[in-house]
């Protein structure tokens, strides 16, 4: 009695797998699941966003860089600096008009982008991307394969094409197995040399804590527009020290253009911005172009990107992610503005309510600025 062949359905779910990771690109869902956190994870963390310890000896943000204290960013030996820019056009701040033209943008996630999306085509099963997806499929192709064995009655001939099909099966879901163990070791940073920590003195692993050399500093920029207006300064500085300190972020940026007059200006700044280029306008141009272009409002960007290149340092570009914060309209044109976020870790090192928290974030800022 011939035996029943699984193997068919082993090769359908294992041809899967390259579909689903070239899929797996966007997750759309709605922002209002994730609460703004009320806290900050230290003290030192508190003072930073007030403008009180550790940013000089008053309580009134200064020129210049800052006397070394102790350490309170998770990426750097020295708190941050407060830096003025030259004075530029001014950010408006009117409340948003009834314009009716303008489209409505739907809050959401738009990551990962690749060429099926891109074409229309593919599939998305939400958390299964990255290695978990190479891990399910691995699996499926293994147990089917044991299935179709032992559904061969007891005693039973087996073919030589069944078994040379069942032994391509085994090759192929251990190759997956492997595949996804090398795809998670470099999701948490094992294997992979980090050029910044080398450059900082750092030692590479998880529990590197501290940093020991003169080299590694974080900045806090602040535009003399922005500083003047102490409630909105408060709730960019705050949402920036929180997502830093609680996520793998490295770099949190405030970017804004006014169409009216034509300028672009980074209005906050918080991270490492050594060896950064200083004609940054290009940069700000093309990162709230395209943030304004996407359809969720929430945008990653390649390495590559001319926002990317002009904005943050090349150890800091593993991953770079665009927030709209708002579009502002006033007697004199608008002022589109957005969030820039940068880090070392590759995408999936931010998890779901990660991507979430920042659309919220944005909203929080926005609403102060409104």
């Not at 800052?66 to 701040?93: C, F, I, K, N, Q």
């Not at 080398?198 to 920029?221: D, F, K, L, R, Y």
């Not at 992610?321 to 608008?334: C, F, P």
Request: proline share 6%.
């Amino acid at each position: 009695m011939p035996s029943r062949n699984y193997f068919v359905w082993a090769l359908f779910f294992s041809c899967l797998v390259l579909r689903a990771e070239d899929a797996a690109a966007t997750a759309w869902a709605p922002s209002s699941e994730i609460p703004v956190p009320r806290f900050l994870p230290s003290a030192a963390f508190a003072d930073i966003i007030t403008g009180r310890s550790n940013l000089g000896a008053t309580d009134t943000i200064v020129r210049g860089s800052l006397s070394t204290g102790s350490p309170v960013w998770p990426h750097a030996r020295h708190p941050p600096a407060v830096v003025y820019r030259p004075r530029s056009v001014a950010l408006r701040m009117s409340s948003p008009s009834g314009d009716g033209k303008k489209k409505s943008k739907t809050s959401g996630v738009y990551a990962r982008p690749s060429a099926a999306i891109e074409r229309g085509s593919g599939f998305f099963i939400p958390g299964l991307e990255g290695s978990r997806v190479r891990l399910l499929f691995g699996a499926i192709v293994l147990v089917l394969t044991y299935v179709n064995r032992m559904s061969n009655e007891v005693g039973a001939m087996i073919s030589e094409a069944q078994f040379l099909s069942e032994t391509v099966a085994v090759v192929y879901g251990l190759l997956l197995l492997l595949q996804a163990a090398v795809e998670f070791g470099k999701e948490l940073g094992f294997g992979v040399e980090d050029p910044s920590a080398a450059s900082m003195g750092v030692e590479s692993g998880p529990a590197a804590t501290t940093a020991s050399g003169p080299s590694a500093s974080v900045s806090q920029i602040i535009s003399p527009d922005l500083a003047s207006m102490d409630r909105v300064a408060d709730a960019v500085r705050w949402a920036a020290a929180t997502f830093v300190a609680l996520t793998p972020a490295t770099h949190v940026l405030l970017l804004g253009t006014d169409n009216a007059v034509g300028s672009r200006e980074v209005y906050y700044s918080l991270g490492d911005f050594t060896g950064v280029a200083s004609e940054q306008g290009g940069g700000i141009s093309a990162a709230v172009d395209t943030v304004f272009a996407s359809k969720g409002g929430r945008v990653s960007i390649p390495s590559d990107h001319p926002a990317s290149v002009a904005l943050l340092p090349e150890s800091f570009r593993r991953c770079v992610l665009l927030q709209t914060v708002g579009t502002k309209i006033s007697a004199g044109g608008d002022s589109n503005i957005c969030l820039m976020v940068g880090s070392d870790k590759l995408l999936p090192s931010f998890t779901k309510n990660d991507l979430r928290w920042l659309g919220r974030l944005g909203m929080y800022v926005e609403q102060n600025i409104s």
